[in-house]
């Protein structure tokens, strides 16, 4: 498995601020929706969650070598996530910062996060039924609420959250995501992967098998 280098985040984050449009996620948005992608109860493959990262008319790579090296580095990113969450101490959402005052920018990760859920929306009922009292529920219960206010012009949440959020997002998401990754892996015989075709066009927008592009960078 590939290691996830700094040298390897600063040229994903090239590509999506230079090659991408106004749809492609940043490298905040892309660590939220990653992360929320890996916690999953249900094991997503490449093929379900690999489009819309690059928006709605699809990745600008220059050749098939360049869409070689973007897809394997965002599957080392995708990797790099999960191997941070076996050290739960060592694991922190990338959040910006905003270097007027320092507050922390969390809107941008939580919309990711967001966009992940709607991935497989049905695979997430198990955990939301689980009680108003269990971690994991409550923790899926604010991400999903950030998410939400992070989409919403204005706002929806308590002023003095906000206030909070400035200070200690980190923390918080942190906590949730490690709550929602004990939950998944506590059922982890049940997480099995949804039947993907192999001769099937890739959903990156390539115009490859996808045996022959994201499987392969996989």
Excluded at 28 to 39: A, H, K, P, W
Excluded at 104 to 116: D, E, Q, T, Y
Excluded at 197 to 202: K, S, T
């Amino acid at each position: 498995m590939r290691r996830l280098t700094e040298e390897d985040i600063d040229a994903l984050e090239r590509f999506l601020l230079e090659r991408g449009d106004d749809e492609t996620m940043l490298l905040t948005e892309l660590d939220g929706y990653l992360t929320g992608i890996m916690v999953c109860p249900e094991l997503l493959v490449p093929s379900q969650w690999l489009a819309p990262i690059w928006g709605n008319d699809g990745p600008v790579f220059e050749d098939e070598s360049e869409a070689n090296a973007i897809l394997a580095l965002v599957m080392a990113y995708y990797n790099d996530i999960g191997a941070r969450l076996k050290r739960p101490d060592r694991y922190a959402p990338r959040l910006d910062v905003d270097h007027r005052n320092g507050s922390l920018i969390w809107p941008l990760w939580a919309s990711g996060f967001g966009k992940a859920l709607d991935i497989a929306p049905w695979a997430w009922e198990p955990v939301e039924t689980r009680g108003k009292d269990d971690p994991a529920a409550m923790a899926l219960a604010v991400l999903a609420a950030l998410a939400t206010a992070a989409d919403t012009p204005g706002g929806v949440l308590p002023a003095e959250l906000y206030t909070e959020l400035d200070a200690e997002a980190d923390a918080l998401i942190a906590d949730c995501v490690i709550d929602l990754h004990s939950a998944r892996l506590a059922s982890d015989t049940d997480r099995h992967p949804s039947k993907v075709g192999r001769n099937d066009p890739c959903p990156c927008g390539s115009g490859r098998k996808y045996k022959k592009c994201c499987l392969q960078a996989q």
